[in-house]
């Protein structure tokens, strides 16, 4: 048997010795075409025109979370120009990605659209259709008067990713969850629960000299999971979530000749699932930062920071976790600092770069579908009265149409 196994063994060492030539070539073409790839890439991305739109909101929104769900559903699924190997291969076209933003800037709140330029009118005529009364404009980066203080006086941050705990077909806890899908006027105002009230209520609390900045990126979800068996087809979110609810109604149901009753909590979990792949998903990345100047950083936020989507987490379905913090646990994983310094110039130079699917911070995403993305960024109701909360205080209407031409 041992004299077998070094045949094998030697039989396998002689034919890459043999085929040497092939293996080296493969092995640098490949390494050429990803090269070539990142470099077309890279300079698609350095010429994509982006604009920055602010979204101010009405004093009354008497608008659920669906109509947010609408916008994004709508306006966030464009793809680009990535539909032929010309355009992706030649050109180094990429899948378009958005940003959306929850603003604190020394306390008072505000809502951010980052966009390419060829998609603004899409995302303001969505907008428009859903909240009339709102005013979008294009505005200067909200960054770039902090980096400008930045230059002159010291300043301490803390940043933090999210991610999911679970697979992404596992539905966080959303606005449908809390009743918010009803008719706001069928609800009684004084019991409604808008899970992002903390946030803005977070948001509001930060002091001169303090800023928080929540950055939420997303672009139409991509085949990125590898179906088992086969290693060269790759499948959706959808593709993965079938095979996650097929192991669980084995695990939950047992088999033919050994069949269980299930829970409610698991016939709930299945459902919840199957519901969730019926909207559209849209690879994901959060990342939140808390910056101060230097005297009136608070080492206390962070703590709050990291807590501050914990009112979406689900006990049996999914939640978000914080991970690739700028700090470490331990005094002696980082003893010079020198660590946690990079990890922060990192951070707040992907931040405002607005860098998660590509290069120069190409991270995994994961995938959130429209239902949950309008949870965690949409336009508050009157239920949210943070007072730095910026409202607009009139509201527009219609010229009449009776006036003299």
Same mark, same amino acid.
């Given at each position: ?10 039989? +396998? ?28 890439? #890279?300079?698609?991305?350095?010429? +994509?025109?982006?604009?920055?739109? $602010? ?13 947010? $769900? ?7 699924? =464009? ?7 010309? =355009? #992706?291969?030649? /050109? ?8 959306? $933003? ?23 005529? =969505? /907008?428009?259709? *859903? ?29 933090? !990713? ?28 004084? *019991? ?8 803005? $209520? ?57 069949p269980k009753q299930m829970t409610e909590i698991q016939r709930q979990t299945l459902s919840a699932l199957e519901k969730s ?28 920071? /990291? ?10 379905? !999914? ?15 980082? %003893?010079?600092? #020198? #660590?946690? @310094? ?11 770069? @607005? ?13 959130? !579908? ?17 007072? =730095? ?9 219609? %010229? ?6």
């Amino acid at each position: 048997m041992k004299r077998h196994m070094e045949d094998i063994l030697f039989g +396998i060492l002689f034919f890459f010795m043999d085929t040497w030539p092939i293996w080296t070539l493969i092995i640098c073409v490949s390494l050429a075409w990803s090269f070539w790839m990142r470099y077309l890439n #890279r300079k698609f991305i350095e010429n +994509i025109k982006w604009v920055l739109l $602010e979204v101010r909101i009405p004093k009354e929104v008497f608008k659920s979370p669906f109509a947010m $769900e609408m916008v994004i559903a709508n306006a966030l699924t =464009q793809s680009g120009g990535v539909g032929t190997w010309v =355009q #992706r291969y030649w /050109l180094g076209n990429v899948l378009n990605w958005f940003s959306l $933003e929850i603003v604190s800037t020394e306390g008072n709140v505000r809502f951010f659209i980052r966009t390419s330029k060829n998609f603004k009118m899409i995302i303001e005529n =969505q /907008l428009y259709a *859903q909240y009339p009364q709102a005013e979008i404009t294009e505005v200067d980066d909200y960054v770039i008067p902090v980096m400008a203080s930045m230059n002159k006086e010291p300043w301490s941050l803390f940043g933090a !990713n999210f991610i999911l705990s679970k697979e992404d077909v596992f539905p966080i806890k959303t606005y449908v969850d809390y009743n918010l899908d009803q008719a706001p006027e069928k609800l009684d105002q004084e *019991q409604i629960i808008d899970p992002i009230t903390p946030v803005i $209520e977070f948001l509001g609390s930060m002091r001169p000299g303090e800023h928080l900045w929540i950055q939420i990126m997303v672009r139409v979800a991509t085949k990125r999971y590898l179906k088992p068996g086969n290693w060269f087809k790759k499948g959706d979110w959808k593709d993965e979530g079938k095979d996650v609810i097929k192991k669980l109604k084995e695990e939950y149901g047992g088999t033919e000749e050994k069949p269980k009753q299930m829970t409610e909590i698991q016939r709930q979990t299945l459902s919840a699932l199957e519901k969730s792949m019926l909207k559209p998903g849209f690879d994901t990345g959060i990342r939140t930062m808390y910056l101060a100047k230097k005297e009136s950083f608070d080492a206390f936020r962070i703590g709050a920071m /990291l807590g501050a989507f914990k009112q979406y987490n689900s006990g049996f379905l !999914n939640g978000f976790k914080p991970t690739n913090t700028t700090g470490f646990d331990y005094p002696w994983q980082d %003893p010079t600092g #020198r #660590r946690a @310094r990079a990890l922060k110039q990192e951070m707040f130079d992907a931040y405002i770069r @607005r860098s998660y699917f590509y290069e120069p911070y190409k991270m995994d995403p994961f995938v959130l !579908n429209s239902e949950e993305l309008a949870t965690i960024f949409h336009l508050p109701g009157a239920v949210s009265e943070t007072p =730095q909360l910026k409202r607009i205080e009139s509201t527009k209407s219609e %010229p009449p149409t009776n006036l003299p031409l």
